[in-house]
């Protein structure tokens, strides 16, 4: 995700906060910046700080990042609270407003809300490499075979599915599918990803799902011979 934010500390806080949840957080304080970043690469999330210093704002920044079509979610920062600002902020194309000072479990919430807004939008089987995944029906077809999930082995595996072989954290995983709702020093997750494992890749040469060691989990890439570092 791009924040955009001049005010250091609270761009600080939010890399951090943000990192450790196992968000990708980059930060740059003006909408200059942040343009140029959007022509460079893909964000699905923006935070943008409403007063921003230079030639445009955070307004001008969210009409600007809707004109060129750029799909990155905006959730809106500010320090006023006023109907007029969040209608128009609104207006601007963001997706929220969240105001200033705002907790760090509401902006944690309000993103995952948008995060799931924007996997609702796109319905229909995800294919990656010679696996296909039915979210409606959580049935995963591999060569042939048809494999049902349950409904969190479906969303695990949905989240790794749609990051497309990037690595996606342990903490990462705690926030998007158990909602914070246990501390991580439990097995869980590993207790869902061995059972996902023990369905998808029973008899299956290629592992598809690969450990990082330290960090998290990601698909292997299809075709590619797994490098896996840890059962
Ligand atoms: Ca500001």
């Given at each position: 995700m791009l924040v955009v934010e001049d005010e250091e500390k609270i761009a600080q806080f939010l890399r951090k906060g943000l990192t450790e949840k196992g968000y990708s957080v980059e930060a740059v304080a003006d909408a200059d910046r942040a343009l140029e970043r959007l022509e460079g690469g893909e964000y699905d999330l923006l935070i943008l700080d409403l007063l921003l210093p230079g030639s445009r704002d955070g307004i001008e920044l969210c009409r600007e990042i809707r004109a060129r079509g750029i799909p990155s979610k905006v959730l809106m920062l500010t320090a006023r609270d006023s109907v007029e600002n969040k209608i128009e902020g609104l207006d601007a194309g963001a997706d929220d407003y969240l105001v200033k000072p705002f907790s760090f479990r509401e902006l944690l919430a309000r993103l995952r809300a948008l995060t799931r807004r924007t996997e609702v939008a796109e319905p229909g089987p995800l294919v990656y490499g010679d696996v296909t995944y039915e979210p409606e029906s959580r049935e995963v077809r591999r060569r042939g075979d048809v494999i049902r999930l349950t409904a969190r082995e479906g969303s695990l595996f949905e989240l790794l599915l749609r990051r497309r072989g990037k690595v996606v954290s342990r903490s990462e995983i705690q926030a998007r599918?158990?909602?914070?709702?246990?501390?991580?020093?439990?097995n869980i997750i590993d207790v869902y990803i061995n059972a996902l494992r023990r369905k998808l890749d029973a008899?299956?040469?290629?592992?598809?799902i690969q450990t990082v060691r330290g960090v998290g989990y990601r698909l292997g890439e299809p075709g590619e011979p797994s490098r896996e570092s840890e059962g």
């Open positions: 599918i158990w909602e914070d709702s246990f501390d991580l020093s439990t008899g299956e040469k290629e592992k598809l």
